[in-house]
């Protein structure tokens, strides 16, 4: 083998002085690199910086063959090195915050990252699809019709669909003439694109709630008495009407019952009530939206249930206010229950 190895690569020894000692550590990887691929092993090594990607690729390319001895020597010695590491740690500040990223909370990540001037790893439009529809609307209005253009076509179709939905007629229609436009833009562009869009997602502050106002506003009132409730969210009207319609449908009370739950999920719900408390809230149903609720439930189960509830309902129909509100709050409780366990999943108001 008298042209194992180039003599034209630097860190490569000549063909004469060829053993391990005389390799350099970038021609030993390439080595075991070259092991890995021809044992047919999938070998990822994307994450690498781009510069040791292109030295690797440059090496595998100007080697040529790599007598027994010297094979094995390396793959001896890769081995010795590979068990001689007791731990691993990432190394750098991006590798860092990706290890931990769930185990410390958003605020601590978002700031050290800041302050170390690194943005999150893997692949941008990943973690940009991830992000809830409304913070790609903002993304959306702040960025050029190109831009917008290119991560619409990135993201799935199914929440692209519901970002132009949202946008305003003339720039979902500039939008959407300029997907036309982006056939020929360059893989390298749409990565620095991504990058740059992510970024500025890592810079977004972090909301000090989860939830949205006309959520949690909604959830405070579906244990207030109905009539409060009502009269509060009159008032919040006159006020901000689009605010108290939005609380509206984050409501969910007794009498939403027809309009957010499945009728085939109706036994499931009064099979976890409280026989007594789901005849006090059919006994003490008297608004029309709660009779409809009561009418719906009993029409959902079998008919001798439902006729053993109307006969036990006749004994609570002078009960106090107060215990037929906590009634039928104990109704939505246990709905409520059975949607974060996944049993029954709650409709849009809007769904048909």
Excluded: C
């Amino acid at each position: 083998m008298s042209n194992m190895l180039p003599a034209n690569v630097p860190g490569l020894p000549m063909p004469a002085s060829m053993n391990p000692e005389g390799l350099s550590k970038k021609a030993k990887a390439a080595i075991i690199v070259q092991v890995i691929l021809n044992e047919g092993t999938d070998i990822d090594l994307s994450d690498l910086p781009e510069s040791h990607q292109a030295q690797l690729t440059t090496l595998l390319a100007h080697m040529r063959y790599v007598d027994r001895e010297t094979l094995n020597s390396v793959v001896e010695e890769f081995t010795e090195q590979l068990n001689a590491v007791g731990m691993s740690f990432p190394g750098d500040m991006a590798s860092a915050l990706s290890a931990l990223d769930g185990k410390i909370s958003a605020r601590t990540a978002a700031r050290l990252r800041r302050e170390a001037g690194v943005r999150q790893t893997g692949d941008p439009w990943k973690r940009i699809n991830d992000v809830a529809e409304e913070k790609l609307i903002e993304l959306v209005d702040s960025e050029s019709t190109e831009i917008a253009a290119v991560m619409l076509s990135k993201i799935t179709t199914d929440k692209a669909s519901k970002i132009l939905a949202a946008l305003p007629g003339d720039k979902a229609r500039r939008i959407s003439l300029a997907v036309s436009m982006t056939t020929d833009i360059s893989p390298d562009s749409v990565d620095r694109i991504g990058i740059s869009l992510a970024t500025q997602l890592d810079q977004m502050p972090i909301p000090a709630f989860k939830n949205k106002p006309n959520e949690r506003l909604g959830a405070i009132l579906n244990y207030s008495p109905s009539d409060k409730r009502e009269e509060l969210l009159q008032d919040i009207e006159t006020e901000d009407s689009v605010f108290a319609e939005a609380v509206r449908k984050a409501l969910f009370t007794y009498g939403n019952i027809p309009d957010r739950i499945d009728p085939k999920d109706i036994p499931k719900i009064t099979r976890d009530i409280d026989p007594e408390k789901l005849a006090i809230a059919i006994g003490t149903s008297t608004s029309e939206e709660d009779i409809r609720s009561t009418e719906f439930l009993l029409e959902n189960i079998s008919k001798r249930m439902a006729q053993n509830l109307r006969e036990e309902s006749a004994a609570y129909l002078d009960v106090k206010p107060k215990v037929a509100e906590a009634a039928k709050s104990d109704v939505v409780s246990v709905i409520r229950e059975l949607i974060n366990v996944g049993e029954i999943e709650l409709r849009e108001p809007d769904d048909e």
